[in-house]
């Protein structure tokens, strides 16, 4: 065996031998004589180990591949967390550092000695040659770093920002610094962890004028989102990007904040027109409150209580009823304002009209008075003008509008009464009640039933054993604001 079969053996580089030997008689020409053949093996093997594994792009690092090396910018170095290792005294230590070119960011690993020093000599901005092992992380592709060392000399074209718009996030991103208007708060939310301890966790909503975001502030922070109100502007600080149910969200940990800024931060949604929803969307509406529900409260088949409100808007297309549910249901709201209702899904409700459902994900801002910079709205061709729509109400225009054309609770105008719903009275003062069928779905089982048909709610007296959601009609007397039923069918 010759010295070029030698090397081959040793170093075992991957390329065929016919390939490594037809290098190194290259290597050997280039040299002109000043390398024999096992030195320009041992040259050509070098270099194929120092390119094995290269890849074009952070985009091109895929789990699976056994080792993988590029040139990246620093974006973030995160805090050092120490743990304890199975079997071992001495703790282990572990820092993710984000990285990004120009096709792509990445999160790397780096473990004991290398993570005390990268977060000692690191820093944002800093290129980077790095090697490791990619895995499938919790919020993608990560890389295991096996060696890294600083490259001056290589330029990457990465923008680092010091202050992020919501357009700006990109799933992973950390030390994330982000000013926002206040849409909306939560309350503070419990929850148990595997390991027996008590987790604590709020939302915040920001806007700014390239978007909206939900932050969800953790543990500690959680307080943070009792400290604000509607319309202040904040900045988070040392935020980091997650992903939930396809949505970016912005996170607060321990290490990050929210303060309030001395800036006034504008955010205007575009919302959707009303006269032109489908079923099946998640849109942002928003208008005048003409009518508005009471809260009411229902049981789940789990046993746990509800709440829902209904209130109605119009815009100059159209009006629809939006229904709040849970913790929505509170909204500080009022005949005559303004409305912004985001992230609502449009539904089919009760009597075949849409409606919009504000859940979880929504977010409720209620004005005084329609904004000057919000967007309107021309109706549909085809389509029912505000007008037309709300001609049961006597509505003008949104821009006529006032608190005194809705009804406080909800209820229609005798011209606007259901079709479903027949009254029969006596003349004669002091007769018998009204008698009344009124078809509806349940929204509160138990004593009493509650039903609601989309424009009146009727509590209902009944021993039928009626579920909820079930759509039912009942018949009978109406005394004191209840139907006392006779017939349930």
Not at 189 to 202: N, Q
Request: proline fraction near 3%.
């Amino acid at each position: 065996m010759g010295v070029i079969e030698d090397v081959y053996e040793d170093v075992s580089p991957d390329v065929d031998f016919e390939e490594f030997e037809a290098a190194v008689q290259e290597k050997v020409e280039q040299m002109g004589g000043l390398a024999d053949e096992e030195t320009a093996a041992m040259l050509v093997a070098h270099e194929l180990e120092d390119a094995g594994g290269e890849v074009s792009g952070i985009a091109d690092v895929e789990p699976g591949m056994d080792e993988v090396k590029f040139v990246a910018k620093v974006v973030s170095v995160g805090e050092l967390r120490t743990f304890e290792r199975d079997g071992e005294d001495e703790d282990g230590k572990v820092v993710n550092v984000e990285v990004a070119d120009e096709t792509g960011r990445i999160r790397t690993a780096l473990w004991d000695e290398a993570a005390e020093a990268a977060v000692d000599e690191l820093e944002v901005g800093q290129v980077l040659r790095i090697a490791g092992r990619p895995k499938e992380g919790y919020n993608g592709v990560e890389v295991n770093v096996d060696r890294v060392e600083p490259d001056a000399d290589t330029e990457v074209d990465v923008q680092v920002l010091d202050t992020y718009r919501v357009e700006d996030l990109s799933l992973g991103l950390s030390d994330v610094n982000l000013a926002g208007r206040v849409l909306a708060t939560d309350s503070i939310r419990t929850f148990d962890r595997d390991d027996g301890s008590e987790g604590r966790v709020a939302n915040v909503v920001l806007g700014d004028p390239t978007g909206r975001v939900r932050v969800t502030l953790w543990d500690e922070r959680a307080d943070l989102a009792t400290e604000f109100s509607e319309g202040e502007s904040v900045e988070v600080v040392d935020g980091y990007v997650r992903e939930r149910d396809g949505d970016l969200e912005l996170h607060v940990g321990n290490r990050g904040s929210i303060e309030r800024v001395d800036e006034d931060i504008e955010y205007v949604p575009e919302t959707a027109p009303i006269g032109g929803l489908e079923i099946g969307q998640t849109v942002d509406v928003a208008g005048g409150v003409i009518e508005l529900d009471e809260k009411r409260t229902f049981d789940r088949d789990d046993g746990s209580q509800g709440q829902v409100r209904n209130v109605r808007i119009k815009d100059e297309t159209g009006d629809i009823r939006v229904a709040l549910w849970g913790d929505k249901a509170d909204a500080d709201i009022d005949l005559g304002q303004y409305a912004v209702f985001t992230d609502v899904q449009v539904k089919d409700g009760w009597q075949d009209e849409l409606e919009c459902s504000a859940n979880w994900r929504s977010t409720v801002s209620v004005l005084d008075e329609r904004p000057d910079d919000a967007p309107t709205h021309e109706a549909p061709a085809g389509a029912a003008t505000a007008e037309t729509a709300s001609s049961a109400q006597g509505q003008g225009s949104l821009a006529s509008f006032d608190a005194s054309d809705a009804s406080a609770d909800g209820s229609p105008s005798a011209s606007d009464a259901s079709a479903e719903t027949t009254t029969t009275e006596t003349d004669d003062a002091g007769a018998d009640p009204a008698e009344i069928e009124f078809t509806g779905t349940v929204v509160q089982a138990g004593s009493p039933v509650v039903l609601d048909d989309g424009t009146e709610t009727y509590s209902v007296d009944t021993d039928a054993s009626l579920r909820l959601g079930e759509e039912v009609t009942v018949r009978g007397r109406v005394r004191d604001g209840r139907i006392d039923a006779e017939d349930v069918f």
